[in-house]
């Protein structure tokens, strides 16, 4: 339901309708991200993934096909997940 500052409401003839319910809450207005891996499963916070394919790594050891990374966590992006303070594209990893 809009709140009646978002919408176009015609203020001269708005009234209030006391059966309307006007409660919002944090949870309302924070959206669900669904993150999925490369092959469109489903991921949750813990998961392990692997990587699919070779990356090379400016600042690091290169990731390896197969090289699995525990515990991941959820960033604000949907494409983006994190392990080992590294931030990894979901597109190139699969859960194990």
């Known amino acids: 339901m809009a709140k009646p500052w978002e919408d176009n409401t015609d203020w001269d003839n708005w009234e209030y ?9 944090v949870q309302d207005e924070e ?5 999925k891996d490369a092959n469109g499963n489903t991921l949750q916070e813990g998961d392990t993934v692997a990587a ?7 600042w690091a050891k290169d990731i390896k096909r197969w090289d ?4 991941i966590r959820f960033t604000d992006d949907e ?3 994190e392990s080992w303070k590294m931030v990894l594209k979901t597109e190139f990893f699969k859960k194990v």
């Not at 959206?31 to 993150?35: L, M």
């Not at 699995?68 to 515990?71: L, S």
């Open 68 to 71: 699995k990374f525990p515990n």
């Open 17 to 25: 309708d006391p059966n309307d319910d006007w409660t919002w809450s």
């Open 31 to 35: 959206e669900t991200i669904i993150v």
């Open 52 to 58: 699919i394919k070779d990356l090379k790594v400016k």
């Open 79 to 81: 494409w983006l997940i």
